[in-house]
C-alpha cells in the first residue's frame, strides 16, 4: 500500500516521513495532486537497474535489420499467435 502525505505534512516531520520512505514509497502532493516520490535509495537503485534504452530503426545498422528479418520463432512461442489476431 503507498503512502501519501502533503508537502506541508512533510516539510514540517520530515525525518518521520524519511524514515516510513526507507519502508515504502511515500506519494508527496502538492495542492491535492501527487507531486513527488520519496523513496529509499536501495528502491531508486533497483528501479535504474531496471532502465531500459528506447532505440530507433535508424539506431541499427544494416546487418542488424537483417539479422531481424531472417530470425524465425521457436516453435513454443505458436502458442501465442492467437493474440495477434484482432478481436
Known sequence: MSQTAT????????????????????????????????????EFQRLKRRDRQVLTLADFTAEDRAAVAASRSPKEADAFNDELRES
Request: glycine share 8%; proline share 6%; aromatic share 6%.
Open 7 to 42: 508537502s506541508v505534512e512533510v516539510s514540517k516531520a520530515f525525518g518521520r516521513f524519511g524514515r516510513q520512505a526507507l519502508r515504502e514509497p511515500l506519494t508527496i502532493t502538492n495542492h491535492g495532486e501527487p507531486s513527488l516520490v520519496l523513496l529509499s535509495h536501495e
